[in-house]
T-cell receptor, first 113, second 118 residues
Framework: NAGVMQNPRHLVRRRGQEARLRCSPMKGHSHVYWYRQLPEEGLKFMVYLQKENIIDESGMPKERFSAEFPKEGPSILRIQQVVRGDSAAYFC???????????FGPGTRLTVL | AQKVTQAQTEISVVEKEDVTLDCVYETRDTTYYLFWYKQPPSGELVFLIRRNSFDEQNEISGRYSWNFQKSTSSFNFTITASQVVDSAVYFCALSETSTQGGSEKLVFGKGTKLTVNP
């Protein structure tokens, strides 16, 4: 029973490039959440998605960041024109519609040079 | 607004000592969930426990125990006879219950870094 999968585990980008982070939820899970962990800070909620729907994006920066969870395939967190301040660990979590526990993936560590 | 406070930034103990990690929360909701997650040096987030706001029973799982007190809005975590492998950052988190009955976004505390020395 595979857990939440994220790839890549480490991603290096130069300023101005695009970063795409992928998350495959646990089997049977249709809800996906993205969180960001900045150095010296705790984990902050970014966005909550169900298949083909964004439910809550109150934590997403207004520009350059977008997320999707298509009918088929993984959820994608996309960061356009990355800046050094985007360097962080990005975690994905998933849950079933009725469950109350979010299970986390191993995270993607983004470094912007 | 929801808030979780973990006042202890870092704790250092010697192996076999007991240690308690504090968590205080704020919410205006009557129905909510509290969580503890562990982040070992390898970086992943490991789920430890979920507690429903209606269930104030304390819970014990091996060397781990949790004390939920609604009257003081606290959900403290105790490790008995600590081991080196317990060294990690521990996060307390709070979530509302969605209208669909599932989980809403988690609000995390800043974490407590526990170091267990041999």
């Amino acid at each position: 029973n595979a857990g939440v999968m994220q790839n890549p585990r480490h991603l290096v980008r130069r300023r101005g490039q695009e970063a795409r982070l992928r998350c495959s939820p646990m089997k049977g899970h249709s809800h996906v959440y993205w969180y960001r962990q900045l150095p010296e800070e705790g984990l902050k909620f970014m966005v909550y998605l169900q298949k083909e729907n964004i439910i809550d994006e109150s934590g997403m920066p207004k520009e350059r960041f977008s997320a999707e969870f298509p009918k088929e395939g993984p959820s994608i967190l996309r960061i356009q024109q990355v800046v050094r301040g985007d360097s962080a660990a990005y975690f994905c979590a998933s849950s079933t519609p009725s469950a109350d526990t979010q299970y986390f993936g191993p995270g993607t560590r983004l470094t912007v040079l | 607004a929801q808030k979780v406070t973990q006042a202890q930034t870092e704790i250092s103990v010697v192996e076999k000592e007991d240690v308690t990690l504090d968590c205080v929360y704020e919410t205006r909701d009557t129905t909510y969930y509290l969580f503890w997650y562990k982040q070992p040096p390898s970086g992943e987030l490991v789920f430890l426990i979920r507690r429903n706001s209606f269930d104030e029973q304390n819970e014990i799982s091996g060397r781990y125990s949790w004390n939920f007190q609604k009257s003081t809005s606290s959900f403290n975590f105790t490790i008995t006879a600590s081991q080196v492998v317990d060294s990690a950052v521990y996060f307390c988190a709070l979530s509302e219950t969605s209208t669909q009955g599932g989980s809403e976004k988690l609000v995390f505390g800043k974490g407590t870094k526990l170091t267990v020395n041999p």
